[in-house]
């Protein structure tokens, strides 16, 4: 069971490179995260999907954008990525809406360095 | 909008010490509270939550929080930590209604030495 599955673990980009964060969860969820780790700042979200075929702006969502491909996969587009996008990325994946109190799925993350 | 405070950023301690790891969050309606977890190089796994009813919860590892709704807190403790539990703990809110999208506060490195 690989629950939630990130590629690459790394990647160094220069700045004004473009990437994707691939993310995809085998545990049959409606709803998944992308969140961003930064030192000191906790975790902040960046967009999400509460279901196929939708998304919405989280906290910090300029720079990027998403896909919400299938059910399965959720991928996090960097346009041009600048220094200030190096961070560790983490996507996540939850049945709220089937059991409310169900918890977040994450994965292990993608360590970005923007140089 | 909701928020959540830990006061604390590195909480170093000795093995078989009691620890607890503060949180305060702000919200002016009915939240759902959690406590998650993060050893190096992973990702965050849930530690405990509190929902509603009992104000003390159980969680994982041996873990317990007690939401407190006069003190806006919900605060993390163990009354013996291991070496093991060296980590980041992250407290975390979200609305009672609506969609779920959780408020991460800025977490809390707890180191255990011997």
């Known amino acids: 069971n690989a629950g939630v599955t990130q590629t690459p673990k790394f990647q160094v980009l220069k700045t004004g490179q473009s990437m994707t964060l691939q993310c995809a969860q085998d545990?049959?969820?409606?709803?998944m995260y992308w969140y961003r780790q930064d030192p000191g700042m906790g975790l902040r979200l960046i967009y999400y999907?509460?279901?196929?075929?939708?998304?919405d702006k989280g906290e910090v969502p300029n720079g990027y954008n998403v896909s919400r491909l299938n059910k399965r996969e959720f991928s996090l587009r960097l346009e041009s990525a600048a220094p200030s996008q190096t961070s560790v990325y983490f996507c996540?994946?939850?049945?709220?809406?089937?059991?409310?109190?169900?918890?977040?799925?994450f994965g292990n993350g993608t360590r970005l360095t923007v140089t | 909008a909701q928020s959540v405070t830990q006061l604390d950023s590195q909480v170093p301690v000795f093995e078989e010490a009691p620890v607890e790891l503060r949180c305060n969050y702000s919200?002016?309606?009915?939240?759902?509270l959690f406590w998650y977890v993060q050893y190096p190089n992973q990702g965050l796994q849930l530690l405990l939550k509190?929902?509603?009813?009992?104000?003390l919860v159980k969680g994982i590892n041996g873990f317990e929080a007690e939401f407190n709704k006069s003190q806006t807190s919900f605060h993390l403790r163990k009354p013996s930590v291991h070496i093991s539990d060296t980590a980041e703990y992250f407290c975390?809110?979200?609305?009672?209604?609506?969609?779920?999208?959780?408020?991460f506060g800025t977490g809390t490195r707890l180191l255990v030495s011997p």
């Open positions: 996540a994946s939850s049945d709220w809406d089937r059991s409310y109190n169900s918890p977040l799925h």
């Open positions: 975390a809110v979200t609305l009672n209604t609506g969609f779920q999208k959780l408020v």
């Open positions: 999907s509460a279901s196929e075929g939708t998304t």
């Open positions: 919200s002016s309606v009915s939240v759902y």
């Open positions: 509190y929902l509603s009813g009992s104000t």
């Open positions: 545990m049959n969820h409606n709803s």
